[in-house]
């Protein structure tokens, strides 16, 4: 019975193998009709269109400028003022942490 259910696996692979194969044949041949088919004026014509398609826009430098001098002076006063204010009291409440940690190490080998 084993012997069944391993040649049926062999089989199933061999027949998934075969599938793989004759997929890359049409795959092959495919592209031997798609290659030939661009070589011809209309697909030299539908190239170039595509080309064409995927070139970049033009684009305006003067309203980069702007929008990047905005972002500068932005993240500038983020980083001044904003971030500044908020982080001082985060950090004043770790120090005072810590040193509560401390003071409590202190007291416990005091009393130890």
């Given at each position: 019975m084993h012997f069944f259910i391993k040649s049926s696996n062999l089989e199933k692979i061999r027949d998934v193998l075969k599938k793989f194969e004759i997929n890359k044949?049409?795959?092959?041949?495919?592209n031997l009709i798609f290659g030939r088919?661009?070589?011809?004026?209309?697909?030299?014509?539908?190239?170039g269109f595509l080309k064409w398609k995927s070139?970049?826009?033009?684009?305006?430098?003067?309203l980069e400028e702007k929008a990047n001098s905005l972002e500068n002076?932005?993240?500038?006063f983020i980083n001044l003022h904003i971030r500044?204010?908020?982080f001082d009291r985060l950090l004043?409440?770790?120090q005072e942490g810590?040193?509560?940690?401390?003071?409590?190490?202190?007291?416990?080998?005091?009393k130890t």
């Open positions: 044949n049409v795959e092959k041949i495919k088919m661009m070589t011809m004026t209309g697909g030299m014509l539908i190239n070139l970049p826009e033009k684009r305006n430098i003067l002076k932005l993240s500038n500044k204010q908020s004043e409440t770790v810590i040193n509560g940690r401390k003071d409590a190490v202190i007291y416990f080998i005091q």
